[in-house]
């Protein structure tokens, strides 16, 4: 090791002013440096700056102190080196934003009829005698009549427009919300320096070149270093290299740290000597233009672990995809990327859109046909005239307002509002979910969330309060009950005690003094060694003093803690060119290793086998049966005269220790955990814990969190017996195997990583039981970014988790806490309901109009719900409703039903019994009233009304009846599950009260002054207050259906399901796609995938097209690369918007890849399409 008590500049000459500030080396310099790896870079070093202390020097900085934190120094080097942040991409600009949301092929045909519409309302036909058109004149005489014709065009175009707007506002506000937790995100994010000889913890984006960063394991290093100082330092550097061995790192071979690696194992001190667009990251980012190219980009981190493939966003990255030349210039290898399953809910989303497109798309094509057909017929069949030039235009206007109806048909009858109704819902959630401590990273983790079926917990930290005490010993041959009294343990047995635990642990792990008078002391750092280090201070010694007079520099080697040895030891040089060594570790693992142990008088004693075993059944076992961690600490002197050990074997050298004590350390179980896991278990959710700890401890845990009941039926196992039933001879792991523990299975004790992830993918790949598990894993060190990866939800400790446990996890627990995760069941829960809740009302809305308009169309030649009327109600309402049922507070009532599950329908009977029924009601309501109003209000019927005659009350109280009838359908859609009161909890929500109430104000304007734009004449009080008394009948109604017991109606369909796993076909099945996202297969197999963004029905109207002309659809009429970009976003917090924005059409991929926009990249391949 070298030592580095090298000399170095008094304080930081810098910053005292004596220097002009010119630092002895460039960027330029540094930049070359680091681009060497290994012997070339040692070599470099050398013979440029001497040794790594020669840079620090010229960089100005101490080794030892660090820098000084001066904010003239720290300006300094920002300007010479740059900030250690890599700039976001620009957000589009809200007319970036408006203009997308125009490409909307709905909205373009809309725009397209309107245009024509105008036209031909301000084109006059010369004299042409209107008597000879047929009844096509009729109405034309009042010459102010023929005036207003413009009025519908300019109407529909005004209501595009606001119809734009709302789109593009709210892509905006989402872009803004993202960037809000993607810098939330980062502003967390903080890394330990060294400034003025003080170990303080800084955000990243602080660090500047020449800061002296101390690393351990788990970090995720924040910028380029030199390594000063390291012990068993070993690095993951799959994410630039795509090597997935471990690299050593050392001062000999390869001091070199690179941005965006892992540390896997050890600790050390390194020199920072590049931040932000210089680092390696860095440089990726700008050559793939993240910084200023506008393409959208990512960088994609993808690691292998434990033959696991990981994919690992940076957090700083603009997720978006990426094209296939940017693809190969990229110096990362590409790993193969397994990826995650669709969200549950989008998959049943996708499929219900594309079965009521297709529904819409062909009502409104026959409703069109029927309406030209009629007119023909009619005109030129029936009344026999001929086709005259002069009446052209008036015939042309016919049928540019048959096909108005027709688009309007359409426009109803895809639920537009459904996505902005998810992404409200996912959105407002996410926002509230902060508040419970969930910091969301992935938007459809929250939604999963609600399906978990399953939890595997760790133990200390969640269930337990990660606040180690020591509370029983076993020193010189006596079980202490409580911590002993100093002056009872032989003072060399003391010494040897205090020296071990003082320098055989982190020198970055402290016991501060309370915050506050009277409060605990901080504990910073590894809690258990945080135990030991009180128990130090218990025996009234102090750990400070010798960690002074040994110093890390001094340590000659030190074996740092892992999973697979599950001890840590430390290494000094004595005077007389001996060894010693100081061992701590769990205790089963290092009595093993013990040969002698230190008896009362402090001398060694021999300690054979059946010793220990006695002492495991005296000691140990009772120990962990109080729930307690036992922790064996012990030494080993290797004298001089054998000469210098084999270091490397660590085997011989982990041996022949001697035993100085076994301490129990409690860790309290956190007050409020076992009622969480009650409600858990009533939610039908199983928890299970899985935990490094002895088994003993960990099924005391389990019985006092509730885990395990007294007369249950479970099991507890250790990781090494859950191996032996779960593999066969070959030691693979089998699935039957597996499906006979799990279920069972309640603790897992003494697991490695590997089990964790076994477990976790064992579970959900099993095929018992009715449903498809869905697992939530909670996780905090780097070794659980695996099973992070793989759960369907992965939990990350926001306060001990490792930088690489929350790059694996989609929610970040901030409060390290059980109950967190059971409030994110909640809202889970809740988004799944909310869109239950909007498809329900919005399915009603649909399914009336729909019929109205067609068979309004059809039989009287024009619909009574006119194409304004039709935009007001579709887009304006819907949007509204989809913010008030979106936006519902959720409540405890929600935690006592079982989850979900995969492959439950969306919409369920109880709901479709809702939407027929109101249905029913909504629709003879309407009919009587179209056919028979007149004669009941006693006023002029409306119907076959000329071309451009005024707005009739008959069909104003038509239109105005089918607005209230939704208004008060939207209380009734609160309920989802037959509820009878649908006002329950009305008033804590008071986004869905103002929305009714505005929308019933914005009715009345519409129809008193709406006027001509909106076909509407003013009502008298007396047919308003029928109109209200018709819709206040819903309400009634609604009871009366709730009354119908669902189980009588066997012959109604449910809708929406997921996808069944038979359906995927075999030959999909590819070798490496071990989950396939099926929502994706879907597209293969000819579906189209209609979720992005809010985009109608743009698919619809393509794949008309591509059936037509059999090629792909005109790049005008094209992609919205729509709020795609927002969804870029989503991408960064959500991993789901992965598919192609384009129609996938059969499985000729010619085809898909020709749609233009997206690079064939992101269509071809899934892994690029970012998950």
Known sequence: MANNTADHPPGNSVAEGNHDGDFGVTTADLRSLMELRSAEAVNKIQDTYGDVQGICRRLKTSPIEGLSGNPVDLEKRHAAFGQNFIPPKKAKTFLQLVWEALQDVTLIILEIAAIISLGLSFYHPPGGD???????????????????????????LFSVIIVVLVTAFNDWSKEKQFRGLQSRIEQEQKFTVIRKGQVIQIPVAEIVVGDIAQIKYGDLLPADG??????????????????????????????????????????????????????????????????????????????????????????????????????????????????????????????LAVQIGKAGLIMSAVTVIILILYFVIDTFG????????????????????????????????????????????????????????????HLDACETMGNATAICSDKTGTLTMNRMTVVQAYVGDTHYKTVPEPDVIKPETLEVMVNSISINSAYTTKILPPEKEGGL????????????????????????????????????????????????????????????????????????????????????????PKDRDEMVRKVIEPMACDG????????????????????????????????????????????????????????????????????????????????????????????????????????????????????????????????????????????????????????????????????????????????????????ILTDDNFTSIVKAVMWGRNVYDSISKFLQFQLTVNVVAVIVAFTGACITQDSPLKAVQMLWVNLIMDTLASLALATEPPTESLLLRKPYGRDKPLISRTMMKNILGHAVYQLVIIFTLLFAGEKFFDIDSGRNSPLHAPPSEHYTIVFNVFVMMQLFNEINARKIHGE?????????????????????????IIVQFGGKPFSCTALTIDQWLWCVFIGVGELLWGQLISAIPTHHLKFLKEAGHGITKEEIHEEELTEGADEIDHAEMELRRGQILWFR?????????????????????????????????????????????????????????????????APPAAAASSSTAGN
């Open 130 to 156: 209107s008597e000879a058109c047929g009844q096509a004149g009729g109405g034309v005489e009042d010459e102010g009549e023929s005036q207003a014709g413009w009025i519908e065009g300019a109407a529909i």
């Open 226 to 351: 030199i390594l000063i100082q390291g012990n068993d330092l070993k690095i993951d550097e799959s994410s630039l290299t795509g090597e997935s061995d471990q690299v050593r790192k050392s001062l000999e071979k390869d001091p070199m740290l690179l941005s965006g690696t892992h540390v896997m194992e050890g600790s050390g001190r390194m020199v920072v000597s590049a931040v932000g667009l210089n680092s390696q990251t860095g440089i990726i980012f700008t050559l793939l233009g993240a910084s200023e190219n506008d393409e959208e980009k990512k960088v994609k981190k993808t690691k292998t672990q434990d033959g696991i493939a990981l994919e690992i966003q940076p957090l700083k990255s603009e997720e978006a995809a990426e094209s296939e030349e940017k693809e190969e210039a990229k110096p990362v290898k590409k790993v193969n990327v397994t990826k995650k399953e669709k969200s549950v809910l989008q998959g049943k989303l996708t499929r």
């Open 382 to 441: 029936v009344q026999g005239r001929s086709w005259v030039a002069e009446c052209t235009p008036i015939y042309i206007q016919y049928f540019v307002k048959f096909f108005i109806i027709g688009v309007t048909v359409l426009v109803v009858a895809v639920p537009e509002g459904l996505p902005l109704a998810v992404t409200i819902s996912l959105a407002y959630s996410v926002k509230k979910m902060m508040k419970d401590n969930n910091l969301v990273r």
């Open 521 to 608: 002391p901080r504990h910073v750092g590894n809690k258990t060694e945080c135990a030991l280090l009180g128990l130090v201070l218990d025996l009234k010694r102090d750990y400070q003093p010798i960690r002074d007079e040994i110093p890390e520099e001094k340590l000659y080697k030190v074996y740092t803690f892992n999973s697979s040895r599950k001890s840590m030891s430390t290494v000094l040089k004595n005077a007389d060119g001996g060894f010693r060594m100081y061992s701590k570790g769990a205790s089963e693992i290092v009595l093993r290793k013990c040969s002698r142990i230190l008896d009362a008088q402090g001398q060694p004693r021999v300690f054979k």
């Open 628 to 811: 307690l961690r036992t922790i064996c600490v012990a030494y080993r002197d290797f004298p001089a005269e054998a000469g210098e050990p084999e270091w490397d074997n660590e085997n011989d050298i982990l041996n022949e220790l001697t035993c100085i004590v076994v301490v129990g350390i409690e860790d309290p179980v956190r007050p409020e955990v076992p009622e969480a896991i009650t409600k858990c278990q009533r939610a039908g959710i199983t928890v299970r814990m899985v935990t490094g700890d002895n088994i003993n401890t960990a099924r005391a845990i389990a019985s006092k969190c509730g885990i395990i009941q007294p007369g249950e039926d479970f099991l507890c196992l250790e990781g090494k017996e859950f191996n032996q039933q779960i593999r066969n001879d070959k030691g693979e792991v089998e699935q039957e195997r597996l499906d006979k523990v799990w279920p069972k299975l309640r603790v897992l004790a003494r697991s490695s990583p590997t089990d964790k992830h076994t477990l976790v993918k064992g579970i959900i790949d099993s095929t018992v039981g009715e449903t498809r598990q869905v697992v939530a894993v909670t996780g905090d060190g780097t070794n659980d970014g695996p099973a992070l990866k793989k759960a369907d939800v992965g939990f990350a400790m926001g306060i001990a988790g490792t930088d690489v446990a929350k790059e694996a996890s989609d929610i």
């Open 980 to 1004: 009878r009161n649908v006002f329950e909890g009305v008033y804590r929500n008071p986004i869905f009260c103002s929305v009714v109430l505005g929308t019933f104000a914005l009715q009345i």
């Open 1093 to 1157: 963004g809010l985009n109608r029905i743009q698919t619809q109207m393509d794949v008309v097209y591509t059936f037509q002309t059999g090629q792909a659809p005109v790049p005008g009429a094209l992609r919205r690369q729509p709020s795609v970009v927002s969804q870029h976003n989503d991408a960064t917090a959500a991993k789901t918007l992965s598919s192609p924005t384009h129609v996938g059409l059969s499985s000729s991929s010619s085809l898909t890849n020709s749609a233009g926009a």
